[in-house]
Structures are given as C-alpha cells and as structure tokens.
C-alpha cells in the first residue's frame, strides 16, 4: 500500500470512530483550515532587522545561539519565511516589527518611519497571498534605555510617541492594502532591575503616553498591548505588567496580547482565555515556550498549548483570538524552528476542535463528573493523527517528519551558502 493510501485509510477510520462521540472530524479540517498563524518574521535573523545592522539586542530580550544560516537581508528574510510557509498548511500572516521596513541602506529614524518604508512589503505579501500585522520596536535604539514610554524625560518619552503613532499609520496602511485589519501590538521592556521609588510615577506616565498614542481612531488597524513579568536587567519592576495592560485594555477597549513566556511559570494562561473575553475586545496570543523563565524557545506540542487551544475552542473565540508565535532560537535550523512551532500550535488546535465539547457540558450540566473525567481522558488516546496527516495531505505539504528532508535541502542548496 502507498503511504498515500495508509493515510486515507487511518483517516477514514478516524472519522467513523470520531462519530461515534459524537464529533465531525471533517468539520474539524474544515475550521482548522481557516486560522490563520500571525508567523513572526524576528525568528529568520535572530531579532537582527535592518535598521540597526550590527547593533546589538536591548530590551531584557534574549537570542541565544549561533546556528549558521541566520537571514542578513530583506530578500533572505522573504525567501525562509515562504520556504517555512509552503511546509504548513493553510493560508498564514506574517508579522513585522518596525526594523523590518524596506529602509534601502538609508539611516531612517524611529520617529521618521512612515508608509513608504513597507510598501514593498505590503506588494510582497500581496503577491505570495499573505496579510501583515506589525508591531512597534521599542529595544535595539540608543533611545531604549531602560525606559521608553515611561520615561519622566519628555524628550525621551516624546520620541517613542512619535514612533508608535506612525507605527500605528503604517498599520493603518497596511490594512487599508489588505483590505484586512492589521493587528499592530505595542510592546515595551520599561522597568528597573532594583525596586524603584515609586512604582506608580512610570505607570502614570505610561497611561498618559498610551492615551496620546491612542488619541486617533483608526479603521483598519487594530491594537494590542503586550505585558511581560520582568526583562533580563529588568527584573524588579516593569511598567507594563499584566495587571496594568489588563486594566487599560479593560477601560479602553484594547486587544490584550498574552504572551504564553510572559507569566509565573505556574500561571495557566487558558484559563486566562475565558476571564479576558468577557471584559476585552478581543485576544491577541504570542504563542511561546517559557524554560525557566521568558526564553522563547521554539513551541512544541506541550500540554499547556493544548490547554489554551481547548479553552478557544470550548469558548468558540476563533473569531475573537488572533493566533501569533513568538520565539527565536538560534540554536537549531531556523526554518525548522518556523516550522515546527506552526505546525505544533495546528496539532493542538486540531485535537482542541475534535473534542466533543458538547457531550462533556452536557456531563457536566447532569454532574456526571466520572463521566466527564473518562471522557477527556480517552480523547487522549483517539486517532487525531489519523485527521492531522489527512489535513497536511490534503493541503499539500509533507506529511509527519517528511518536512525533516525538505529542510534539510534547503539547508544545503541555500542558507548553509551564507
Ligand atoms: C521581539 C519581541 O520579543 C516581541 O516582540 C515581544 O512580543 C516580546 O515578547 C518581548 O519579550
Ligand atoms: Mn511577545
């Protein structure tokens, strides 16, 4: 038999057994087929953009490793992000931050950034069927420091106003070319490695500053803002903690980013899901893998990931969660970094859609909790592979570890000539 044959087989049998609990495994496919990954372009050249060429990382953040093949210009950037997209499958976002613009060689300045400067980008991603979300960049400048936003400077503070307005504009931009919105997250490292004075003077500055970058309703964009527990340097305080972003996106209507690397380890962030839809617009994840501490390691299929995958699913939030990835090792392949970590956070959404969420509520609903208990405990052991192989063979992409090979060429002919 073909391996072609083999899956068809599994996946025919999946379903029928997926029907006897009483879920539909193609209707699965079929919403699994619709979401689309925000795929962030900083994991091709380690943080690096083209702003700052040689200038080193700031910001608490952290790219460990030195695997040969890191992408050095805008092309190479282009050429691994596509080669990663066409081993997974479906139809994906890509995710720029500022550093990233088109700035042909030219000494372009956080505060002069306009429109012009990812035209190119926005025909590039028309042309290869992609829609862009962008982020403001805060770290990797002299003006970093340890404070931006929330900075007691006007000076200081005044610049990175400016630049997350036009950063904003180019959203706004970018969505209007689209004709989809741009989801533009606004991250900063703001914070003290000892305990300051006074924890609520930067807070204050910070809100003022948010409400004066948020003064301009947009149409076509829509923002986001980033919490974090603590940067490396940075680790007694951060302005923008979770507590804080929650409350201002409670009170202004903003799209919080949950960052799964961003939280006590502890900390579950599916059960942040549910609290956070009642009281926000929407949810923007940065799908991460925390060891230890916020080290951005390449996501892989953990249980946390299909706990937060569930907790969307039995929300029935798809519509409302925006599905980002954000991590970078430099360690390993870093198209095989892409690609494993997109196709880690589809396998969880596709067990999360194959629950048969109906019946366990309506356990629940009787308080027939053994019931409800063996139920999710045998979902475990159902062939959901079964399904996922048929997805990726249905879309065109290799099937299980095929990728390893394909990676392993591009490697050869390509970024190993580095
Ligand atoms: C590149 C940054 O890490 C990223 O934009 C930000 O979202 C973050 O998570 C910082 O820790
Ligand atoms: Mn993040």
Redesign the pocket.
């Known amino acids: 038999m073909t391996k072609e044959n083999i899956i068809r087989q599994a996946y025919e049998a999946a379903v029928e057994r997926y029907a006897a609990v009483g879920v539909d495994a193609r209707e699965a496919m079929d919403k699994l087929q619709k979401i689309s990954l925000s795929m962030h372009c900083?994991q091709a050249d380690d943080?690096s953009g083209f702003e700052n060429q040689g200038g080193s990382l700031t910001g608490g953040?952290q790219v460990t490793g030195n695997y040969p093949g890191r992408a050095r210009t805008i092309d190479e950037v282009r050429a691994d992000v596509l080669k990663a997209a066409s081993l997974i499958a479906g139809k994906h976002r890509l995710n720029l931050?500022e550093i990233y613009g088109d700035f042909q060689g030219r000494k372009v300045d956080r505060d002069e950034v306009e429109p012009a400067h990812f035209e190119s980008w926005m025909q590039w991603a028309k042309e290869n069927g992609m829609k862009l979300d962008f982020?403001s960049t805060s770290f990797s400048h002299p003006k970093s420091g340890d404070l931006t936003l929330a900075n007691p400077d006007d000076a200081i503070r005044n610049f990175w106003i400016e630049h997350t307005k036009r950063c904003r504009w180019i959203s706004e931009e970018m969505g209007k070319y689209q004709d989809d919105p741009c989801i533009m997250?606004l991250?900063i490292h703001d914070g003290s490695k000892e305990v300051p004075a006074s924890r609520l003077k930067y807070r204050q500055i910070l809100e003022q500053s948010l409400d004066e970058i948020f003064a301009t309703e947009y149409k076509n964009m829509k923002d986001c803002i980033?919490a974090?527990l603590f940067?490396i340097g940075l680790e007694s305080y951060t302005v923008g903690s979770y507590d804080f972003y929650l409350g201002y996106g409670a009170k202004k209507n903003k799209i919080v980013t949950l960052?799964t690397?961003?939280f006590h380890l502890t900390e579950s962030i599916a059960d942040k899901v549910s609290a956070l839809l009642l009281f926000t617009p929407e949810i923007m994840l940065?799908v991460?893998r925390p060891i230890r501490w916020?080290s951005?390691h390449v996501v892989i299929l953990s249980d946390d990931l299909l706990d937060l995958a569930r907790e969307i699913i039995r929300c029935k939030a798809l519509d409302r969660v925006h599905i980002g990835l954000?991590y970078?090792d430099a360690t390993i392949n870093r198209i095989g970094a892409y690609v494993i970590g997109c196709r880690a956070t589809q396998k969880a959404f596709m067990q999360a859609l194959l629950e048969p969420s109906a019946t366990l509520q309506q356990y629940e609903a009787e308080g027939k909790y053994f019931q409800r208990l063996a139920l999710q405990e045998e979902m475990k052991s159902l062939p959901w592979t079964a399904v996922w192989d048929m997805f990726c063979l249905q879309n065109d992409v290799p099937v299980g570890e095929d990728y390893i090979a394909e990676i392993e060429k591009y490697e050869a002919e390509v970024t190993s000539k580095r």
């Open positions: 900083w943080v953040i931050h982020n997250n991250w980033e974090k940067g960052d690397g961003h940065h991460s916020d951005d954000d970078f």
